[in-house]
């Protein structure tokens, strides 16, 4: 497993087939107003369907994930998740809404998944770490475990 950081844009990298999946963290409240989610609803309105095509509020759902599979510039389909590693949200100084379980839960059904398609290289950004307020070295651990065999870049801009 390789972690790469780098500076760029996440959809963009996806789009011109740098990586071949992305997710991003999402809130049981089928919200994608803001951080990371909004410009990926933005991009590719079908990610948000898929959100709300699950039970808004559903504590069931913490710890889970849904995908869209999108078209990208080169004409090829690649899966974005929603990882579900936050019930709700809010921008409160000091409040972590991210649960990082629940987060390496939705992980490791991601990696599955990615296994079973043979993709490998996969972009996220800093998720959870942000509007999340989880601490980036708690999820950068998960990652390392969820994730493991897979070529992971995390795109900051």
Not at 45 to 67: H, I, N, R, Y
Request: glycine residues 10%; hydrophobic residues 40%.
């Amino acid at each position: 497993m390789t972690i790469t950081y780098k500076s760029g844009c996440l959809i963009e990298a996806l789009d011109k087939g740098e990586v071949s999946a992305i997710a991003h963290q999402a809130n049981c409240q089928n919200t994608m107003k803001s951080g990371v989610a909004k410009a990926i609803v933005e991009r590719w309105p079908a990610v948000a369907e898929a959100d709300q095509a699950t039970k808004k509020g559903d504590p069931d759902k913490l710890g889970t994930l849904s995908f869209t599979p999108v078209f990208c510039e080169d004409c090829e389909i690649r899966p974005v998740f929603n990882l579900y590693g936050q019930y709700t949200y809010g921008r409160e100084k000091g409040v972590v809404y991210t649960d990082v379980k629940a987060l390496g839960n939705a992980m490791a059904q991601m990696k599955l998944f990615l296994d079973s398609i043979g993709i490998k290289r996969v972009g996220l950004p800093k998720l959870g770490a942000g509007l999340g307020g989880a601490k980036w070295e708690d999820v950068e651990s998960a990652i390392e475990t969820e994730l493991a065999g897979l070529d992971i870049t995390i795109y900051s801009k």
